[in-house]
């Protein structure tokens, strides 16, 4: 048959295949593994009718002697996902010969031809152990190969070979390799397993973590089975329990669907389970809504659950195998009393229970003794102890309110290296039994893309940063919360607030309230005193306090930091709620924390202190007025009186209390060049290096929709805006002042930026350039977060500052959000004194502070209607506001028309 007509048949029947095993598992006729053990046997198929074909195409000249097709790695596991490689080794008795390599060459061509990936190599049985004993790769795929055409009789030498030198060997050197990849390949993937966004295969507690149990299984047995693990008469004598096998087998199972449908989701061999795949795949897995938690949610919640699993598994099966293959541990009692008498001992140096007596189940104390002694003496505990802490796990649940069990965990809790030891108890299923209100965090995400980790995993992460700051590792990026932790007096219900801050979550509702109230539950069942238990639930009440108030609100308004400091009350609780801020925040990922944010928390921190110190009393309005004009009149006291009482002049009362003496004497000297040169417009930068921050000021005559056209100015320079002041002088001309950073939360500080930046502000406010088609030519977001929703939300608030009406708007982020808004809020015929800009991944949080046209507070109800319609109208996406226009969309065209 010609090779053409033979190509058109095997790709129809490639097509053909691929079709039915996906039809199938997409009607949930096949789960995902038997979808990939069903594809992989029907490529045999598929691969040794090509084999036939190339023999019959490729007559044989002379006596040369045949050659062994075999499936190697995966796909010698009998298992194939739809857009994976298949591995084959052409095995050949000595070197290859003419028509061998002919038919190695017609083959690979003919596969190329179908469109499949194919990883080949051509060894022969010498060359297979040598390329295997120099690397672990080679060694690894050998473990799995499987004959599909050719010389029996050559495989079955290839077998009887290798099976000789992995006795050789010996489980050792293919053990330590083993562990080896794994640690590089989690520290490529992600070393945690409960980020966000995991890699399903090659992530932590992912497929590649359960097929190395298999790979050292067999390496070790021969076994091709985990279930060939079960029961006395098996390989090691029973390592695994019936539980722990089905364990293995629903995790393959899950593990395997998620990556089939993945797979066919992407129409790629895509591994990463990014945001925008997740909602798809859990749709298409069937997980729908469930009381207050999402679809999306429970199928993320299952999977991390499901890693958690494969974590454990390894912790039980592989020192099992290790000791099967090596030998019992080298058991050491005596020697030391005082670990004897806490009923543990030495095996191969390291801690376990003490045999043959003392054992978990009977006395599960034993448990936290064991983690407290590995702390305080820096020993490991021995992995067939964390086997049977795993295998335990449940009996911890006797340990509730049992006295010395709190005092251990406590100390464990707030003790050295406490992220080490809370991990540990997480990952055997410690602390959700002993402390049972854990459980329901476990595996929770949050479906955005604030977060980089699971709940408990962040809770843990938190206690890691609190030793962090103890240890003064922090202290050039968190210089206040490194000092003043060391004078917090409530150390121990720091800590057991920063375990329960987020134990609400997922519950509905705000997990504050809800977390304070389980914190008065938790508090005495650990032991602690009844003032550490009010402290523990008013800090997981108000832990949120500090950041929205430092991110949200004007903290130059002196009923902002009275309002904290009338909460707080003390300066103790000051200290703890910074500390645990600081923690928070960077506990959820390395990206949220910057200089601005630094200096924004150290701001608010430092005036609730000094009033809670007594040491300002807020003096009237005008009294602090005229000191901040005395000030800067002293700053410019070389300047002619006229110049000095012409700039003292300029500034209503909102200008004089917004900035420092320093900064008033920066406007008046750019002011009177300004004015002396008759610019209508003057743009200023300076880079503010220590708060991460570029400040930009902007003199020009005001008009309505000035703000909006500087914001999206800033947006078309890439510019993200994280404040602003917006001021209104004596002489008619507007004087504002913006404070942006870049797209990776640093300084706006590259020269040839700064100065395009100018160059735009300018073009904008002239007219020169039309901002909506600039702004749509920004960078967009990458498309796997597109399917994170943030519904918009605007919230009025007449009560937290006695002079302006606050607008908080919830939203999701894009280039020129700030622009629509604003512009929004000057049609509809408002000031804006102020705007404090933050974002949560790809949520936008802008506040403003706005006035009427009267300078008086907006609080009649028909106008924050019209208001609130407008301000919806502008959280439109561009292509939504394009078709229907909206009051936000006219908004800014009669600022444009002003310009």
Sequence with gaps: MPREQALDLLRGQLGRIQARVQ????????????AARWLAALMDGVVQALHAYALAMVPPRGAEPPFALVATGGYGRGVLAPHSDIDLLFLTRGEAGPRAQRLVEFLLYLLWDLGLKVGHATRSVPACLEAAGRDTTILTALVDARLLAGDRALFDEFQEAFAAMRRQQGLSPFLAAKRAERAARHARYGDSPYLVEPNIKEGRGGLRDLQTLYWLARYAFGTERMPDLVGPDSPGGGLLTEHEARAIRRAWNFLWTVRFHLHYVAGRAEERLTFDFQPVVGARMGYTPHGRQDGVERFMKHLFLTVRDVLRLTRVLEPAIERAALGPPARRREGDAALAGQGLAFADGKLVAAPPNRDFSREPVLMLRILKAARDRKLEIHPLAIRAMIRHAGHAARLRGEEEANRIFLDLLSGRDAALWLRLMNETGFLSRFLPEWARIVGLMQFDTYHVFTVDEHTIEVIGVLQQLERGELAEIAPVASEIIGHVQSRRALYVAALLHDIAKGRGGDHSELGARIAQEVCPRLGLSPEETETVSWLVLHHLLLSQTAFKRDIEDPKTILDIADLVQSPERLRLLLVLTVA???????????????????EVYWRVAEVLAGGLSVPERDVRVARAREAAAALLAAWPEEDREAFLGLGYPGYWLSFDPETH?????????????????????????????????????DHPGLFSRIAGALAVAGASIVDARIHTLTNGMALDTFWVQDAAGGAFDAPHRLARLSVLIEQSLSGRIRLAEEIAKVRREPARLRAVTVPPRVVFDNHASNTHTIIEVNARDRPGLLHDVTAAISAEGLQIASAHV???????????????????????ERRLAALRRAIEAALAPPSEAAAGGGEAAAGSRAAAALA
């Design 665 to 701: 004497a920066r406007h008046a000297a750019m002011i009177r060049e300004a004015e002396a040169a008759g610019a209508p417009l003057t743009v200023r930068t300076r880079v503010l290096e220590s708060r991460a921050v570029t400040e930009v000021t902007v003199y020009a005559a």
């Design 838 to 860: 933050t974002t949560y991944g790809v949520r936008a949080v802008d506040v403003f502070y706005v006035k009427d046209v009267f300078g008086l507070k907006v609080e009649n």
């Design 23 to 34: 039809d199938a598992f997409e009607a949930h006729q096949l789960s995902g593994l038997a």
């Design 584 to 602: 928070d925040m960077r506990g959820v990922g390395p990206k949220v924390w910057n200089g601005w944010k630094a200096t924004l928390l150290r």
